[in-house]
C-alpha cells in the first residue's frame, strides 16, 4: 500500500466550528488530492495541490480550503462546518497530473456534522 | 465538463458468474479511464485503466473494453468470488489538464 495515513479516522463536530483533516505521504509524490465520497455521487475533487504552496480548486471547493507547507502534508479545513459537509474524506497522491501515473489513495476520514 | 455515468448502482451474482459494470462519457477529449475497487472501510484501490489507444485489455479475471466512437466503457469480471465484492468505480480523464471524474459507484455483491 503508498504511504498515506489520514488524521482523524472518525470525527464528530457541531455546525459551525472549524474542522482541519490532515493528510501525511511518505511517497514525495508531487500532487495531492482531496475528494469527499457522498452516496450517489461517487468521488468528487475538493481541492488538490501540485506542490508546496501551491494548490487549486476542484469540482465542490466551496466551504474548503486547504494548505501544503510541506511536500508530505496536505491540509483540508472546513472553517465553519455545515451538515452538508458530513462526507467521508480522501486524500490521493500521484507522481504526476498525466494519465500516466496512478492515484493511491488514503484509508479516508469519516466526518459527521450535527 | 466531463461527467460520467455508471450502472448499474447495485449487483448481485452467484460465485462463478461473471458481472459486468458500464459506464459512460461525455468529453470527447477524455483519453484514460481507470476502475478502482473500493472494499468496506478502506480508500479506493486501483484495479485496471485502459487509455484510448487501445480497444480492450485483460488482468487473469478482469477486462476493460472501451468503444471510443460510442464513449462508453466497460469492466468485466469472469468465474466471480466472495471476495470480488467490494463496490466499483470507473473515472476518466483527459491530459490537458483535465481532472479524474468518477462514476457513482456500483456496489458487487457475489453470494456463495
Known amino acids: 500500500d503508498a504511504g498515506i495515513t489520514q488524521s482523524p479516522r472518525h470525527k464528530v463536530t457541531e455546525t459551525g466550528t472549524p474542522v482541519t483533516l490532515r493528510c501525511h505521504q511518505t511517497e514525495n509524490h508531487r500532487y495531492m488530492y482531496w475528494y469527499r465520497q457522498d452516496p450517489g455521487h461517487g468521488l468528487r475533487l475538493i481541492h488538490y495541490s501540485y506542490g508546496v504552496k501551491d494548490t487549486d480548486k476542484g469540482e465542490v471547493s466551496d466551504g474548503y480550503s486547504v494548505s501544503r507547507s510541506k511536500t508530505e502534508d496536505f491540509l483540508l479545513t472546513l472553517e465553519s462546518a455545515t451538515s452538508s459537509q458530513t462526507s467521508v474524506y480522501f486524500c490521493?497522491?500521484?507522481?504526476?497530473?498525466?494519465?500516466?501515473?496512478?492515484?493511491?489513495f488514503g484509508p479516508g476520514t469519516r466526518l459527521t456534522v450535527t | 465538463g466531463e461527467n460520467v455515468e455508471q450502472h448499474p448502482s447495485t449487483l448481485s451474482v452467484q460465485e462463478g458468474d461473471s458481472a459486468v459494470i458500464k459506464c459512460t462519457y461525455s468529453?470527447?477529449?477524455?483519453?484514460?479511464f481507470p476502475w478502482y475497487k473500493q472494499e468496506l472501510g478502506k480508500g479506493p484501490q486501483l484495479i485496471i485503466d485502459i487509455r484510448s489507444n487501445v480497444g480492450e485489455k485483460k488482468d487473469q479475471r478482469i477486462a476493460v473494453t472501451l468503444n471510443k466512437t460510442a464513449k462508453h466503457f466497460s469492466l468485466h469480471i469472469t468465474e466471480t468470488q466472495p471476495e470480488d465484492s467490494a463496490v466499483y468505480f470507473c473515472?476518466?480523464?483527459?491530459?490537458?489538464?483535465?481532472?479524474?471524474?468518477f462514476g457513482q459507484g456500483t456496489e458487487l455483491s457475489v453470494k456463495p
Open positions: 468529453d470527447s477529449a477524455s483519453n484514460y
Open positions: 473515472a476518466a480523464r483527459n491530459n490537458q489538464g483535465g481532472k479524474l471524474i
Open positions: 490521493a497522491i500521484s507522481e504526476s497530473w498525466s494519465s500516466s501515473y496512478e492515484q493511491y
